[in-house]
């Protein structure tokens, strides 16, 4: 008869061993494909991640829709899952995480085996609707285990299958769906983010002028900030602009590939300085300063397109 002892090392064997083929199931299509929430892997080389990938369709070379992560000593991503045998989702670390696609020749052995993406199955009998991403610069969409298979940007088209779905977990609702932009994958998105009207052009905003916006196409970290404001930069409190998109960023620096301080809603009011505009001319958009006390200087940016001055 086997000692207590021994029965002991058996249950936790076979809990490593099921634990370990959980992390195996998976593939293209399958199931399920559990995996542990960290999973480090060297890199080889510095390589790009991108942020949307698509099979026999062009890498999406727009301006910050896509990062260069640099090799370094001892640097590593959380590799997340496989998508095919070319390309891996993987994730930067940190609480600015940033989840993409990279090469898998970029990638050293990852700490722990990885399954492969889930395919989201919509149903052809239910009402369709479609829906816009109006003001948010970027929005996951993910599998159903909230895993990331690409990004929606401003103007993109989702389409809705059916009503949205509560979220148990933060008491969210979700679309399921396809989206289109360059994602072209079918998956889930926050309806909180989704507008039933396309997205309104940016000449129904009011534009900037030639004596408000930025005379020259400086990065966007040479904005002038803190005691350097210009006089007539200076904090006016009079000066407020309501948000007409459905949703809208607040941004770190006047561009949306800088981090994402918070969201503002349809008929928020903002303010802090007045007409202080920001020709991005990388993205071709016009950003406005608002005074925030998320941002380390307290100057935040939003779309210009996105605020009706009040």
Same mark, same amino acid.
């Not at 090799?71 to 997340?80: D, F, M």
């Not at 930067?92 to 090469?103: D, E, I, L, R, Y």
């Not at 000066?239 to 809603?265: F, H, I, M």
């Given at each position: ?22 992390? #195996? ?17 060297? =890199? ?52 600015? $995480? ?8 970029? /990638? ?9 993406? #889930? ?86 905003? $009011?534009? $900037? ?19 350097? /404001? ?29 981090? =994402? ?26 950003? #406005? ?17 996105? /605020?009706?001055?009040?």
């Amino acid at each position: 008869m086997a000692s207590k002892k021994t029965r002991r090392r058996g249950v936790t064997v076979a809990a490593v061993s099921l634990a370990s083929a959980a992390l #195996l199931i998976g593939g293209a299509g399958g199931a399920a494909a559990a995996q542990a929430p960290t999973n480090p892997a060297p =890199l080889k080389k510095s390589c790009t991640l991108w942020f949307n990938y698509t099979p026999h369709r062009a890498m999406d070379k727009t301006p910050g829709h896509s990062v260069t992560v640099a090799k370094g000593n001892g640097r590593t991503v959380n590799y997340r899952y496989n998508w095919d045998a070319h390309y891996a989702v993987v994730s930067t670390w940190g609480s600015g $995480a940033v989840w993409g696609f990279m090469n898998r020749s970029c /990638l050293g052995k990852p700490e722990h085996a990885v399954g492969g993406r #889930l395919t989201e199955h919509l149903s052809s009998g239910v009402a369709k609707h479609t829906r816009y991403l109006c003001g948010q610069q970027t929005l996951y969409v993910r599998d159903h285990q909230q895993r990331v298979i690409g990004r929606l940007y401003h103007g993109d088209r989702f389409t809705q299958y059916g009503k949205t779905r509560k979220m148990k977990k933060d008491n969210g609702r979700i679309a399921v769906g396809y989206a289109y932009g360059q994602v072209h994958k079918a998956g889930r998105v926050y309806a909180k983010y989704l507008s039933t009207k396309p997205c309104p052009s940016a000449a129904t905003a $009011a534009p $900037a002028t030639a004596a408000t916006a930025a005379p020259a196409p400086a990065p966007a970290s040479a904005a002038a900030s803190g005691a350097n /404001l210009p006089a007539s930069r200076a904090v006016a409190a009079s000066c407020q602009y309501k948000v007409t998109w459905p949703v809208a960023g607040v941004y770190e620096q006047p561009s949306n590939a800088s981090t =994402l301080l918070k969201d503002k809603r349809a008929g928020n009011v903002v303010g802090g300085y007045c007409d202080w505009t920001y020709y991005n001319t990388t993205e071709g958009n016009t950003y #406005l300063a608002v005074a925030t006390d998320s941002a380390a200087d307290g100057i935040g940016w939003m779309r210009r397109d996105a /605020l009706v001055k009040l």
